[in-house]
């Protein structure tokens, strides 16, 4: 689902992208990572992150639950995502135990 033309909502999409990727490098996991514990491809978890893509409520919980936090986390205000291309220079550390990212 390609994103919406209304600029308030681009905004918003790009804003959860941001959050997104955020929770994502905090946790130390790759998109690779992401994209396998909820079950999507590679190339739709990145372009969800990029604000690229108008997600469906599903898609946000999905998303929330394999990062362990709350869909509201993901739709804070905030930033949107920095697009880098390439590997990251050093190892993300393995996957296991989570970090807690839930809203007080």
Do not use: H
């Not at 919406?4 to 130390?28: D, K, M």
């Not at 990145?46 to 739709?75: C, H, K, S, Y």
């Amino acid at each position: 689902m390609p994103a919406p033309a209304n600029q308030r909502a681009r905004e918003f999409i790009l804003q959860l992208g941001g959050n997104l990727q955020r929770v994502r490098i905090r946790l130390g996991w790759t998109q690779e990572y992401l994209a396998e514990l909820t079950g999507f491809d590679l190339s739709y978890a990145q372009r969800v992150e990029r604000g690229q893509v108008n997600i469906t409520v599903a898609t946000l919980i999905a998303f929330a639950d394999a990062l362990g936090i709350t869909p509201a986390t993901l739709l804070r205000r905030g930033n949107p995502p920095i697009i880098k291309r390439g590997r990251p220079k050093t190892k993300p550390r393995k996957p296991g135990v989570r970090k807690s990212l839930r809203a007080s």
